[in-house]
């Protein structure tokens, strides 16, 4: 697989990763198969997808358990991402608050590195930022674990560009993650670029989460296939409604992917890569045959029409959430 640099590290990763979150929850999880997930991870590294994200929120801990089982042994190839912020309060209720208070975080990445089983996190985000806590606080306590070894490198998930240039200004931002697809644009709105041109200007990585908006743009979605805990069931942007009205977008994409003899899923991928050679997309999935779509798709070519056509698709209609 192609590489591409991890923020300002001077490390060299895959140009897509592996997002875990749904191997424990949120999306049909009915089907959850651990062992099968285990080999998928595998399989990721194998093939030099070797960005992996979790976070401790993902299944009350279990995404992170459950990467460190897969990972065992293989410490040094695997590049691991995890988060802390939001505290779960009811996992079958899915209700949580956010805290990033600085003894929250202390004992947010004591309980992480015990789950992983291993002595250091690679990339420590701040999952969603705390308006009760002054971010140069989070920010400065996250400081204090990269000196001691806990941490090497920090990021934020859904940040602005100022909530980044301020804390940057404390410790060096080495990714921001946060959504970004065909059907999810925010990230590039706004002077510069958005966030995605800031992460550009200094150095540091974007990573897109649900570059393939939720599975939808892969064209194999319909309304009513989601069981009742699947977290699609109540999002705006899978009623049925939504759904037939971004089918336009799928549609446009298929063009693309007919074109240039690829999946859906692969073009919308390899729209995110194509927005900045900082940028490396976090796909996920627990199925083997769709990891090896997505991994693909770091090799697939976007002409200068194909992302003209791609730009030109509507937005969606719906909310994200």
């Known amino acids: 697989m192609r590489l591409r640099s991890l923020g300002n590290t001077g490390i060299k990763i895959g140009s897509v990763g592996l997002g875990c979150m749904g191997m424990s929850w949120l999306y049909q999880e009915s089907a959850r198969d651990d062992e099968r ?10 093939l030099g997808g070797n960005l992996l994200d979790t976070a401790d929120l993902y299944g009350a801990g279990h995404n992170e358990t459950l990467l460190g089982k897969a990972v065992a042994g293989r410490r040094d190839e695997v590049v691991i991402a995890t988060k802390f912020g939001i505290v779960l309060d009811d996992l079958e209720q899915r209700t949580a608050h956010r805290d990033n208070s600085p003894a929250y975080v202390r004992k947010a990445v004591e309980a992480s590195l015990r789950r992983l089983g291993v ?10 930022i705390d308006p009760e806590v002054p971010l140069a606080e989070t920010w400065g306590v996250m400081a204090e ?11 934020l ?11 940057h200004e404390i410790h060096p931002v080495t990714a921001v993650q946060s959504e970004l697809s065909l059907w999810t644009r925010d990230a590039l709105d706004g002077e510069a670029g958005g966030i995605v041109g ?21 064209g194999t979605l319909h309304a009513g296939q989601f069981e009742d805990s699947d977290f699609r069931t109540a999002n705006p942007r899978f009623h049925r409604a939504a759904m037939e009205a971004n089918q336009r977008i799928v549609d446009g994409i ?24 900082r940028v490396v997309p976090i796909p996920g999935t627990k199925n083997p045959r769709y990891l090896r779509e997505n991994l693909a798709a770091a090799e697939v070519h976007l002409a200068a029409e194909d992302l003209a056509a791609l730009a030109a698709l509507p937005t969606a209609v719906g909310s994200r959430y």
Request: a negative charge; charged letters at 20%; proline letters at 3%.
């Open 254 to 277: 298929r063009e693309v992917a007919d074109r240039r003899s690829a999946t859906p899923a692969q073009i919308a991928i390899a729209w995110t890569l194509a927005q900045g050679e």
């Open 198 to 218: 800031w992460c550009e200007s200094v150095g540091a990585s974007f990573i897109p989460f649900a570059p393939l908006g939720r599975g939808f743009l892969t």
């Open 119 to 128: 002595d250091v996190i690679d990339l420590y985000y701040v999952h969603r």
């Open 37 to 46: 997930s285990v080999r998928v991870i595998n399989e990721a590294l194998d």
């Open 157 to 167: 998930s859904e940040a602005t560009v100022a909530q980044a240039s301020a804390a």
């Open 145 to 155: 674990l990269v000196a001691e070894g806990k941490v090497r490198w920090l990021g």
